[in-house]
């Protein structure tokens, strides 16, 4: 089995999940998370899991919707995380990349994910581009308070950052991305990393993998990145689906 830990059903049409997951499904993704990104579309990720077994959710606002409306408190997404089959919060971080809010905003916003992940004890799903500086140093601070599970999910950034992370008791998730041609360095990295730190994800409807780049992703797709994943590890894909559907039940620790 192999499970898409970070994934987008709400971003598809309704009438079109069936067949997503039955493709998933016959793909050997039998499991998928659905990822907040605001909380206006918290009762869209509440609705896909309850309707849906095979599907978990998380909840939290993304860094480019940082800015929209007011950022909700710490006692906000811990609330509403406490729906039994929300078994995360995020995805939250910061991206400077595209700098959709203000910088300060962003970076309020992932502390408060951040205090409601140690609140909780629920994984704080982390969106990193082009800040790795300012990732590690608010992961640092706000773990000086107290440490929280966390992953950085699809990850492109530097091995520094990747490094970091692990240190801190953080895991990598690893999206199509892991499969580009040009993404050398990111396989060395996706070789060498703690074997028990490793899980993999679509971020679905973006980001599809080699061969099926031009594509709209879904979480079928997932099963190509284990394939790279597995050559870069140097074991079989059996392998690569226990080994990060175990390590990704042992960081979502709600999901049964």
Known sequence: MIVDS??????????????????????GVERMVTIGTSIPQAEAVHRLVERFPQVWGTIGVHPHRAAEGTMPTVEELVALAAHPRVIGLGESGLDYFYDKAPRDVQQEGFRR????????????????????TDIAKILAEERAGGAFPFLLHCFSSSPWLADQAIEMGGYISFSGILTFPKSTELRELAARLPEDRLLLET??????????????????FTAHTAKVLAGCRGVSL???????TA?????????A
């Open 6 to 27: 970070h994934c987008h059903l709400d971003y598809f049409d309704e009438a079109e999940i069936e067949g997503i997951l039955a493709r998933a499904a016959e793909a």
């Open 113 to 132: 994910h951040c205090r409601a992940a140690r609140e909780s004890g629920l994984p704080l799903a982390i969106h990193a581009r082009e800040a790795d």
């Open 203 to 220: 971020d679905s409807p973006y980001l599809a993998p080699v061969p099926l780049r031009g594509k709209r992703c879904e979480p079928a």
């Open 238 to 244: 059996e392998q690569i689906g226990v080994i990060t």
């Open 247 to 255: 390590n990704f039940h042992r960081l979502f620790t709600k999901a």
